[in-house]
């Protein structure tokens, strides 16, 4: 016998319904699922979901400026390297367009900015020499117009002395005019710019300087896109150029002047690392519990995941199934896999026969994309139903240690017999046998003079089968003659 039930098995935007608890990530507790490197946060017009818990950005003693952007008044905009003091912070605090974290800054008018104030003790006030360094942001450019994402230097008798990092013809460029000095004091201007052009997507760049060999790179989501010799002569062996601001620079570190878009994760080192970046992807593991169906090869209608974001992924889906019983870290039965998931909303159908029921998430993002998100799942399936309890059931005293058991037949067409239980205690029954499709049968007991108890369950034709409940049980005075 089978009807058609829906079971919702994790619903983030509600209470969930499987009464079983579990712990989600740090102590938080969800009902019917445990999720490793994942957060719950909120999906606008989706409600809540679980997505990929990104690591921090490192703070070391090499990180001499981070602009997070996590604070949602852009007045309270600070360096959490906490060597500089911001002057002005001017832009949008967007929560909802982000890479990393809480928010990101947008700067969507030419009026956004943010002029960071630049001590004379800071490193990048240094007239001698501001040694090593690499510069990295995540950045979302929404017009692909030429513009200066970042800049620090001055103006003198008409020329510019500085570093600007900038847009020019959709490829990331950082000129560095009159940046570089050699052993004479004569300046140079070096320019390096990537070979890929920009998209209008999250992208990581990263422009590094090492002050002891002259190496200079530019890379585009980690990938290098450039390199040159800052030297006298452009080549490995001649002599290294040294990097240092005008004696007469008070200017300010300016950022998003001329930018359109979205900014995150702005950083600068007073070090070459090359390992600016988050690893090519991240990744969370959602794991359900294993389902008790409670029943003997029932069905899996559909089973429906609710994604969002999961198209610029690599996300799987596992799952598998059994009539026998096993525990969620258990090797068997094996995972069948789904990868390749493009559509926020997918569903499996037609899975079975099967009691018992488990399935998980790979959440796995892309390399500068954002996370994909797993909003719900639910289930429908087809319980297999287990006979009704038998009927009429009654015991007669034939002779002085027999009796005659009747009882109705039942009618399920998958009946495939009953089992007869008898004892001297009710619901605590010593004895049982099966007697087949039979609806009367005649036992000897042991002893009379005593109350004996008797009940009956029916089964059906599925393997394993299923048990219906106990009938009602008959007590009946078995008297000597």
Request: charged residues 25%; proline residues 5%; aromatic residues 14%.
């Amino acid at each position: 016998m089978r009807l058609i039930f829906l079971l919702i098995i994790i619903l983030l935007d509600n209470n969930i319904l499987i009464s079983r608890t579990l712990t989600f990530n740090a102590g938080n507790k969800y009902r019917g699922c445990t999720i490793t490197d994942g957060k719950m946060v909120f999906i606008p017009n989706k409600g809540k979901g679980i997505e990929i818990q990104q690591p921090d950005i490192t703070l070391d003693e090499h990180c001499e400026l981070l602009l997070d952007f996590n604070e949602k008044d852009p007045k309270d905009l600070v360096d959490r390297s906490g060597h500089y003091r911001i002057k002005k912070s001017d832009y949008y605090y967007n929560p909802e367009i982000k890479f990393r974290d809480t928010g990101t800054g947008g700067f969507v008018t030419p009026e956004h900015r943010i002029l960071i104030d630049v001590d004379k003790n800071n490193i990048w006030a240094s007239p001698v020499d501001i040694g090593s360094f690499s510069i990295d942001s995540f950045i979302y450019p929404t017009l692909l117009a030429d513009g200066i994402l970042f800049s620090k230097g001055s103006w003198k008798d008409g020329k510019f002395y500085g570093i600007k990092m900038k847009l020019d013809k959709k490829k990331i460029v950082m000129d560095l005019e009159n940046m570089f000095y050699d052993s004479t004091g004569k300046g140079y201007s070096v320019f390096i710019a990537s070979e890929k052009k920009i998209e209008k997507k999250w992208q990581h760049i990263a422009f590094i300087f090492d002050r002891s060999t002259g190496h200079l790179e530019c890379y585009l989501d980690d990938i290098q896109q450039d390199t040159k010799y800052v030297t006298k002569t452009g080549k490995k062996d001649d002599e290294i150029l040294t990097p240092h601001f005008l004696k007469t620079d008070e200017s300010d570190i300016v950022l998003g002047e001329k930018f359109y878009g979205y900014i995150d994760n702005f950083r600068i080192n007073n070090k070459a690392i090359r390992t600016l970046s988050p690893s090519d992807h991240q990744q969370a593991l959602v794991v359900s519990k294993v389902l008790d169906l409670k029943y003997y090869n029932s069905h899996v209608e559909d089973i429906e995941f609710l994604f969002h974001g999961v198209k610029e992924s690599r996300s799987k889906i596992f799952f598998r199934f059994s009539n026998t019983f096993f525990k969620q870290a258990s090797e068997m039965p094996p995972w069948q896999i789904v990868s390749g998931i493009q559509s926020e909303r997918f569903k499996l159908s037609d899975l079975g026969p099967l009691r018992y029921f488990q399935w998980k998430v790979d959440l796995v993002s892309l390399p500068q994309a954002p996370s994909p998100c797993l909003i719900s799942v639910k289930l429908d399936y087809s319980p297999n139903y287990p006979p009704l309890p038998p009927a009429g059931l009654k015991v007669i005293q034939i002779k002085e240690r027999s009796v005659q058991i009747s009882w109705d037949k039942n009618e399920e067409d998958d009946l495939k017999g009953y089992i007869l239980y008898w004892g001297l205690s009710d619901k605590n029954y010593e004895n049982k046998l099966d007697v087949g499709l039979n609806n009367q049968y005649i036992i000897d007991l042991p002893e009379s003079d005593k109350y004996y108890y008797f009940a009956l369950k029916a089964y059906d034709s599925t393997q394993p089968f299923n048990e219906s409940p106990f009938s009602k049980s008959v007590r009946i005075f078995i008297k000597s003659r």
